[in-house]
Structure formats: structure tokens, C-alpha cells
């Protein structure tokens, strides 16, 4: 569904970041994304999910056939990508509940389907409350004001599960989250995979792999893919660091 | 993507005024021109009694030794009083039933979304419409009647409720006030007139709308809003007028008493045509609007002003007696070309008196945007509290906000708070929005309706939805 092909990324003052990165990622498919500190894996990110602040050089991104460089963020996400931000972003007097509303009948508006109502919108958000164990109360704050850093990443989660994303990417979802937070995140991400449903999970750690079995894991490092194979590679970056490679 | 940006912006600001359109209907109006004949014309031709003739020709006097007001944080060009129409009414004013009203008025309300028809039987609002200088309908009066209220044009009030307005009337605005004031008070033809009984509480929301139609009338409304001891109103008003390359004038004077332990709260929606995206025409707007507020008693004024070209305007509360309350919430839209000068006047004479300031500003395009307060404690105010908060939003880079509050306090006991910020929408939260699948249009009006929620939250539900509708429609694609 996914194909990157020779991306060459730099940042407004002409930094490179990603050089000449291939990726393919097929339906159903979970991929880890492991590397250290600035090798370019939050800035992958951000590129496939159309962050102008990034600036595509050459290359090819492809989604479901479409060239996803020529659609704005907006139009990515319609064709069904979703990211969990690293940092989500707070909005001040908007509920998440009417964030996540305004989200999905936005979306139905541009697949040009009727507006979803309020009762259905309600019957789901309750769904995917209980499954990561979020209070109603929670849903009516403001987007991630006042949030703490796993109340965040939670917020995101449920967003996620609220859109049915074809290919979800988590940007550090795990970090700074304690081992229960971390098993809500997992138990969110298996409940969208069910065969159709892709995922891009970026972490510096190997415990959140423990929950959510990745296909492929790859090792970034200077903004080029360098290692790529099955969740062995991630055991083997625990126990040796990246020098290993 | 800074270029895609312009763009949008371009498309956008040129986005119609959606009320800028013309009713052909009948009208009848004086020449421009202003003189003490034209002033006795206007009397005559509503049948006023004497008393009012003479406060007028008083205003009148008081007017020629006045000047317009200069200190305002706006760039105004002169306004001839002597090129305006003072008088224009649609030939059949009053109607005794729906069935009488000129198909074309109609009309006119359906364009506006108020069917006075559906307006009557659906929402229980009640409301008074005045169109260019007169009052053209007033619904729900026999059901109120019940009750003791009166809601109808002041040309009714002075004619039937003649000591009343004589009371009131200039009360609390003198003509000698300011300049606009003075002029509003010498030529004004119509607007509202409430009385709330004693112990009464208002069943449904008064409303009134304004709409100026004719070219070159000015529109000088006067209300005057009268809450008798522990009684308790929600009044609201909104406007708005077709598109013209002149600039039109618009001067108000609402005036409000809140008796011993009343309440009033004063909602305005104000959508004057604004002026297209080179700053041609749109309404000049000098509102003067001021409450007294008695023991215990309380006023609250709520703006969402979005419209005209130039804004001046600051709802007072005068907060007289012991333990009385005076709030003001405004969320004040500029785009294009518009400059606004907005703000309050809290002063505080009473003892343990309350003021509570939230003003909101959003500045877009090449627009200016000033918010101007004074807290002012008297010696007399022992207790006195305020908090006052000012925030500002820029979007773009050619845009100005700015704040002037004054707080001149009198008395060591008083206890007054001034926050202030001013930010932009980042980059950052739109991305985040568009990453949801949210485009950029209404990602903003999102993120500016968030940010204005203390205010919005404050409008009476009828009007709370049409007012975030209003800031979106704004605002289109003002990020630049």
C-alpha cells in the first residue's frame, strides 16, 4: 500500500535528513522503525504524512497507487493514513469529543457519505473508551490540554481507533509511557489488525515490540534504511546497542 | 506551502458577504442633509410629542459644539453629516398582521435566515425589526403583555409609554456624552423599547434585528432597556446591510437600567456589511452602549462583532449600588481592511462591586484590532473587585492587535487583575488538524472558535451556534 522509493528529504535551511530511503509496506503488514537519536525516523514520519516543514528533494511516495506528494496532509488522511504525533499538539476550547467528531464527518464529507450522527459517533467513542480504559470526562477536555504525557498518547491512540486507519504511523507512542499505558497502546493496535490494516511503529525500545509483534523491523540510521529483517533484529539492538550493526 | 497559503487567503477574502444584497421595496426618505428643520421633519413624521422635539433640538445644539472623537486607535476618513439621509422607511411601516407585510420584506428576512413567521411559532424568541430608520415588526407582544412586559419600537414607546421614556430616556447616555452620542440623540428614528415589571422574569429572549437597506441613510437606533427591581431579561440584536461602495454610518445609543436586584444581559451579533477585500466601503460603527446597574444588581454584555468597516464601541456598566455586578465578554473579528477599537468602561462607585472583563480579538488580513478598557474604582468603592483578560490572535503577517486598558483606582481595598496574551495559530496545530483529516479552512475556524469558547459559551443558545458559524465564515482562509 505504502512504496517509498529513493526519498531524499532536507529541512527548510537545506539540512539532508533522508537519503535515498526505500520502503515498501503491504496491507496488514506491521513495521518497526528502530534507529538512534536523529537518524530520521520522526522525520519519515512527517514527510509521509505531508509536514510542510519538510522539503521532499527527489524520490517517490505512493500510496494505494496515489502520489501522495501531490495531496495535501488532509487528503492523506481521506485516503486513510493516520499519525500518532510524538508531540500531539494542544487545542485550546475544543473537546477531543468534538475534535474527533468534526475528524470523521470531515472525512465522510470528502468521500462525499453522509454525515454520521451524533448517536453513532457516541456509540463508538464508548467503544474504544473502554478498550483503552478512558474515562467519558476525558473525551470532554480540551485536545490535550493539561494532558499528561501518557494521557497524551493515549488521546492519540483513541483518535487512531476512532478513524480506522489503513496505515497508522506511531511516532514514539511508547515513549515516556509506564507498562500499563504501554499494554492499552498495544491492546489499541491489535484491535485494528485484523489482516487489512498497516502499521509503522517507530521506538528506541525494544519492550513495546513485546506487545505488538512487528513482520519487519528496520534500522535507521544517517537517514538511510541499513538493516532490515524480521523481530530478531530489534532483540539484537537491545541487548548490543547500534554499534552492533 | 507558504505560496498555497496566499492563495487560498486570495480566494477566500474575496468570499461574498452573504447579506450584501438590495430589497426593492418601497421607501420613503428625506434629502441628505442635516439642519433643525430636517430634525422637526423627523419628529413630526412620527408623531412625537413635544418633550421629544425639544431633547432633540437640545442634542442638536450640543452636537455643533462637538467634534468626533480623535483618540481612537483608527484611521477614519471625514464624515460629511450633511451628505447623509436621516430618514428612509419602507412606505408601509407598521403592519397589524404577517399577511400585510410587503412580499418583498419577506423576502428580505427569509435572505436573512429570520422567517418572522417560523421566528413566532418555532424558537420563542421574540423579536423587533427595524429596517433602515423604522421598526417594521414586533412579534410575541400580546403574549408578553401578559405579563407587564412591553417590547416594541421606541416610536410606539414614546407615543404610548410617554412617561417612561421621558424617564429613562438619556439617563444613563446623556447627549452631551460624546459627539455620536449627541448626533444619535438629535436625529434617531427607531429601535427598541423594553420595560420588565417588577419581580417579572422575561419567559423568552427579546431580540431585535437591524438591517440598513436604502443607499446613503445613516442608521441611528436608540434602545432603551428598563428592568424593574428583581426582575431579570435576555435581550439580543443583531445586524446587518448590504454591500456598498460608500461608507455608511451607524450611530447607536443603547441604553440600560437595572433596578434594585435586576439582571440584564445584552447579546449583540454585529455583521455590518464590512467592505470588500480593498477596504472599499463597509458601515462605520460608533455605538455608544452603557448600563446602570442599582443594589444588587447585575449586567452582562456579550459581543461577537465580525462586521464594519470601522468599530467604536465599548458597553459600559456603571456599577452604582452596593454589591451590583458589571460583565463584559466580547470576541471582536477583523479582517481585511476593517479596524475595530473596542472595549469597556467598568466603573465602580458602589461597594462590593464586581466587574468581570473577557475580551477576545482576532485580527486577520491587513486588518487592525484595539482593545481599549478602563477599570475605574471610586473612593466610594470599598471591596471593589475586577479581572479583566485581553487576549489577541494574529493570523498573517499584516495584521495589528493592540491593548490599551487604563485602571485608575481610588480606593486601597479594591482588588484588580489584568492578564493579557497575544498569540498566533502555529503551523503546528494546523498540521495536526489536516493530519486528521481536517482542511485547513476549517481547521481554523476550529482552532479561532476554541479560542473564543469563554465568550461563545456565554451567548444565549439560539444565537451561540450562529455566531460560531459567523466567525468561520470570517475568517475563511485569513492564514496568510
Same mark, same amino acid.
Given at each position: 500500500?505504502?512504496?517509498?522509493?529513493?526519498?531524499?528529504?532536507?529541512?527548510?535551511?537545506?539540512?539532508?535528513?533522508?537519503?535515498?530511503?526505500?520502503?515498501?509496506?503491504?496491507?496488514?503488514?506491521?513495521?518497526?522503525?528502530?534507529?538512534?537519536?536523529?537518524?530520521?525516523?520522526?522525520?519519515?514520519?512527517?514527510?509521509?504524512?505531508?509536514?510542510?516543514?519538510?522539503?521532499?528533494?527527489?524520490?517517490?511516495?505512493?500510496?494505494?497507487?496515489?502520489?501522495?506528494?501531490?495531496?495535501?496532509?488532509?487528503?492523506?488522511?481521506?485516503?486513510?493514513?493516520?499519525?500518532?504525533?510524538?508531540?500531539?499538539?494542544?487545542?485550546?476550547?475544543?473537546?477531543?469529543?468534538?475534535?474527533?467528531?468534526?475528524?470523521?464527518?470531515?472525512?465522510?464529507?470528502?468521500?462525499?457519505?453522509?454525515?454520521?450522527?451524533?448517536?453513532?459517533?457516541?456509540?463508538?467513542?464508548?467503544?474504544?473508551?473502554?478498550?483503552?480504559?478512558?474515562?467519558?470526562?476525558?473525551?470532554?477536555?480540551?485536545?490535550?490540554?493539561?494532558?499528561?504525557?501518557?494521557?497524551?498518547?493515549?488521546?492519540?491512540?483513541?483518535?487512531?481507533?476512532?478513524?480506522?486507519?489503513?496505515?497508522?504511523?506511531?511516532?514514539?507512542?511508547?515513549?515516556?509511557?509506564?507498562?500499563?499505558?504501554?499494554?492499552?497502546?498495544?491492546?489499541?493496535?491489535?484491535?485494528?489488525?485484523?489482516?487489512?490494516?498497516?502499521?509503522?511503529?517507530?521506538?528506541?525500545?525494544?519492550?513495546?515490540?513485546?506487545?505488538?509483534?512487528?513482520?519487519?523491523?528496520?534500522?535507521?540510521?544517517?537517514?538511510?534504511?541499513?538493516?532490515?529483517?524480521?523481530?530478531?533484529?530489534?532483540?539484537?539492538?537491545?541487548?548490543?546497542?547500534?554499534?552492533?550493526? | 506551502?507558504?505560496?498555497?497559503?496566499?492563495?487560498?487567503?486570495?480566494?477566500?477574502?474575496?468570499?461574498?458577504?452573504?447579506y450584501g444584497f438590495v430589497s426593492k421595496i418601497e421607501t420613503e426618505k428625506f434629502k441628505p442633509g442635516l439642519n433643525k428643520k430636517i430634525i422637526s421633519l423627523i419628529s413630526s413624521k412620527r408623531d412625537e410629542p413635544s418633550w421629544m422635539l425639544e431633547y432633540r433640538l437640545k442634542a442638536f445644539d450640543a452636537l455643533q459644539k462637538m467634534t468626533p472623537p480623535?483618540?481612537?486607535?483608527?484611521?477614519i476618513k471625514p464624515i460629511d453629516l450633511q451628505k447623509i439621509i436621516y430618514y428612509a422607511a419602507p412606505k408601509k411601516p407598521k403592519y397589524n398582521s404577517l =399577511?400585510e407585510v410587503d412580499p418583498e420584506l419577506l423576502k428580505t428576512f427569509?435572505?436573512l435566515?429570520?422567517?418572522i =413567521?417560523?421566528?413566532?411559532?418555532?424558537?420563542?424568541?421574540?423579536i423587533d425589526i427595524v429596517v433602515d430608520s423604522v421598526s417594521v415588526a414586533t412579534t410575541?407582544q400580546?403574549?408578553?403583555?401578559?405579563?407587564?412586559?412591553i417590547f416594541c419600537s421606541m416610536s410606539d414607546a414614546i407615543k404610548h409609554h410617554s412617561e417612561l421614556v421621558k424617564k429613562h430616556l438619556g439617563s444613563v447616555v446623556p447627549y452631551t456624552d460624546n459627539y455620536f452620542a449627541a448626533l444619535n440623540a438629535a436625529v434617531f428614528t427607531d429601535g427598541s423599547f423594553c420595560y420588565?415589571?417588577?419581580?417579572?422574569?422575561?419567559?423568552?429572549?427579546?431580540s431585535t434585528y437591524f438591517r440598513i437597506n436604502e443607499a446613503g441613510t445613516g442608521q441611528f437606533e436608540r434602545t432603551l432597556l428598563v428592568?424593574?427591581?428583581?426582575?431579570?431579561?435576555?435581550?439580543?440584536e443583531g445586524c446587518t446591510a448590504p454591500m456598498r461602495d460608500e461608507n455608511q454610518l451607524h450611530a447607536a445609543v443603547v441604553e440600560l437600567v437595572?433596578?434594585?436586584?435586576?439582571?440584564?444581559?445584552?447579546?449583540t451579533?454585529q455583521?455590518w456589511y464590512?467592505?470588500?477585500?480593498?477596504?472599499?466601503g463597509g458601515v462605520y460603527n460608533f455605538v455608544t452602549k452603557r448600563?446602570?446597574?442599582?443594589?444588587?444588581?447585575?449586567?452582562?454584555?456579550?459581543?461577537?462583532?465580525?462586521g464594519s468597516a470601522i468599530t467604536w464601541k465599548?458597553?459600559?456598566?456603571?456599577?452604582?449600588?452596593?454589591?451590583?455586578?458589571?460583565?463584559?465578554?466580547?470576541?471582536?473579528?477583523?479582517?481585511?481592511?476593517?479596524?475595530?477599537?473596542?472595549?469597556?468602561?467598568?466603573?465602580?462607585?458602589?461597594?462590593?462591586?464586581?466587574?468581570?472583563?473577557?475580551?477576545?480579538?482576532?485580527?486577520?488580513?491587513? $486588518?487592525?484590532?484595539?482593545?481599549?478598557?478602563?477599570?475605574?474604582?471610586?473612593?466610594?468603592?470599598?471591596?471593589?473587585?475586577?479581572? $479583566?483578560?485581553? =487576549?489577541?490572535?494574529?493570523?498573517?503577517?499584516?495584521?495589528?492587535?493592540?491593548?490599551?486598558?487604563?485602571?485608575?483606582?481610588?480606593?486601597?481595598?479594591?482588588?484588580?487583575?489584568?492578564?493579557?496574551?497575544?498569540?498566533?495559530?502555529?503551523?503546528?496545530?494546523?498540521?495536526?488538524?489536516?493530519?486528521?483529516?481536517?482542511?485547513?479552512?476549517?481547521?481554523?475556524?476550529?482552532?479561532?472558535?476554541?479560542?473564543?469558547? =469563554?465568550?461563545?459559551?456565554?451567548?444565549?443558545?439560539?444565537?451561540?451556534?450562529?455566531?460560531?458559524?459567523?466567525?468561520?465564515?470570517?475568517?475563511?482562509?485569513?492564514?496568510?
Open positions: 500500500m505504502l512504496k517509498i522509493k529513493n526519498l531524499n528529504v532536507s529541512t527548510a535551511d537545506n539540512i539532508q535528513i533522508l537519503k535515498n530511503l526505500n520502503l515498501t509496506i503491504n496491507e496488514g503488514e506491521v513495521h518497526a522503525i528502530m534507529g538512534p537519536n536523529g537518524s530520521g525516523k520522526s522525520t519519515l514520519a512527517s514527510v509521509i504524512s505531508g509536514d510542510p516543514k519538510y522539503i521532499i528533494k527527489t524520490g517517490e511516495i505512493t500510496f494505494f497507487g496515489e502520489n501522495l506528494m501531490e495531496l495535501e496532509p488532509e487528503e492523506r488522511a481521506v485516503l486513510g493514513l493516520f499519525l500518532s504525533f510524538q508531540y500531539p499538539v494542544e487545542i485550546p476550547g475544543i473537546s477531543l469529543n468534538n475534535f474527533i467528531k468534526t475528524a470523521l464527518n470531515q472525512k465522510q464529507k470528502a468521500l462525499k457519505l453522509k454525515t454520521l450522527s451524533p448517536k453513532f459517533i457516541l456509540e463508538r467513542i464508548k467503544e474504544n473508551a473502554k478498550i483503552l480504559k478512558i474515562n467519558l470526562d476525558f473525551i470532554k477536555r480540551s485536545v490535550n490540554v493539561g494532558f499528561s504525557g501518557g494521557e497524551k498518547k493515549r488521546a492519540e491512540i483513541f483518535q487512531m481507533l476512532m478513524l480506522e486507519p489503513r496505515l497508522s504511523i506511531l511516532d514514539e507512542t511508547d515513549s515516556g509511557l509506564d507498562i500499563d499505558a504501554l499494554k492499552i497502546v498495544a491492546k489499541g493496535v491489535g484491535r485494528l489488525r485484523n489482516g487489512k490494516s498497516s502499521f509503522v511503529i517507530i521506538t528506541h525500545y525494544q519492550r513495546l515490540l513485546d506487545y505488538i509483534k512487528p513482520d519487519f523491523v528496520h534500522v535507521l540510521s544517517d537517514g538511510k534504511i541499513i538493516k532490515s529483517g524480521g523481530p530478531e533484529i530489534a532483540k539484537m539492538l537491545e541487548e548490543k546497542g547500534y554499534e552492533w550493526i | 506551502m507558504g505560496s498555497e497559503k496566499n492563495k487560498t487567503l486570495k480566494e477566500i477574502t474575496k468570499n461574498k458577504y452573504q480623535n483618540w481612537a486607535n483608527l484611521k =399577511d427569509n435572505k435566515g429570520i422567517s =413567521d417560523e421566528q413566532k411559532k418555532i424558537t420563542g424568541v421574540a410575541f400580546k403574549t408578553l403583555k401578559k405579563l407587564g412586559i420588565i415589571p417588577k419581580g417579572v422574569r422575561c419567559p423568552m429572549e427579546l428592568a424593574e427591581k428583581d426582575s431579570c431579561v435576555s435581550y439580543l437595572a433596578l434594585e436586584g435586576a439582571e440584564i444581559k445584552y447579546s451579533v455583521n464590512p467592505g470588500d477585500e480593498k477596504g472599499n448600563g446602570i446597574c442599582f443594589n444588587h444588581a447585575k449586567i452582562s454584555w456579550t459581543q461577537i462583532e465580525t465599548y458597553p459600559s456598566c456603571i456599577l452604582k449600588g452596593n454589591n451590583s455586578i458589571g460583565e463584559f465578554f466580547s470576541v471582536a473579528v477583523t479582517n481585511n481592511f476593517q479596524q475595530a477599537d473596542t472595549g469597556t468602561k467598568m466603573i465602580h462607585l458602589g461597594k462590593n462591586t464586581k466587574s468581570t472583563i473577557i475580551s477576545k480579538g482576532v485580527c486577520a488580513g491587513k $486588518s487592525n484590532g484595539s482593545y481599549r478598557g478602563l477599570v475605574k474604582i471610586a473612593k466610594s468603592a470599598e471591596n471593589a473587585r475586577n479581572f $479583566s483578560q485581553c =487576549d489577541s490572535l494574529l493570523m498573517g503577517q499584516n495584521c495589528g492587535a493592540h491593548t490599551f486598558p487604563y485602571i485608575e483606582s481610588n480606593n486601597n481595598s479594591a482588588i484588580v487583575e489584568h492578564e493579557a496574551t497575544t498569540s498566533k495559530i502555529s503551523d503546528d496545530q494546523l498540521f495536526y488538524c489536516k493530519q486528521r483529516g481536517i482542511p485547513e479552512e476549517e481547521a481554523i475556524g476550529l482552532i479561532v472558535n476554541g479560542y473564543c469558547k =469563554d465568550v461563545l459559551k456565554k451567548l444565549p443558545m439560539e444565537f451561540a451556534v450562529e455566531a460560531q458559524k459567523l466567525l468561520e465564515i470570517s475568517l475563511e482562509g485569513s492564514v496568510g
